[in-house]
């Protein structure tokens, strides 16, 4: 369950984050994810939850936005998305292609209460 790495590394950077701008409890976090991730909503919520408790995040709201793999065809430059590991370019059946979308890991917004 990569999802537990996931949250301790989110719940450091929240850590940081309201110690720099003094608040005593987070209350809701959004996180951006990419695809690629494998993120299991079910299971990043219960880490979330369990990890959590003893940190200023615990009892926030966690709201989870997915990003869809996106990729750029490196041959004629045709965009288009990714479904089932199939990172062939549809335009002219090119394999080489570079992933524009799909691995983010971001804390898009954090609300909390000032101490
Ligand atoms: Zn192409």
Redesign the pocket.
């Known amino acids: 369950m990569h999802e537990f790495s996931i949250v301790e590394s989110i719940l450091d950077t929240l850590g940081e984050l309201a110690g720099k701008n003094r608040l005593a409890r987070i209350t809701s976090v959004t996180l951006t994810i990419g695809r690629l991730r494998q993120v299991v909503p079910e299971t990043l919520r219960f880490a979330f939850e369990a990890a959590s408790k003893d940190t200023v995040a615990h009892g926030a709201r966690l709201e989870l936005e997915f990003v869809d793999i996106r990729a750029r065809?490196t041959?004629?430059?045709?965009k288009f998305r990714v479904e089932n590991n199939y990172y062939i370019?549809g335009?002219?059946?090119?394999t080489s292609v570079e992933l524009t979308s799909g691995d983010e890991l971001i804390i898009q917004s954090v609300e909390g209460e000032e101490a």
């Open positions: 065809c041959t004629c430059g045709a370019c335009t002219c059946n090119g």
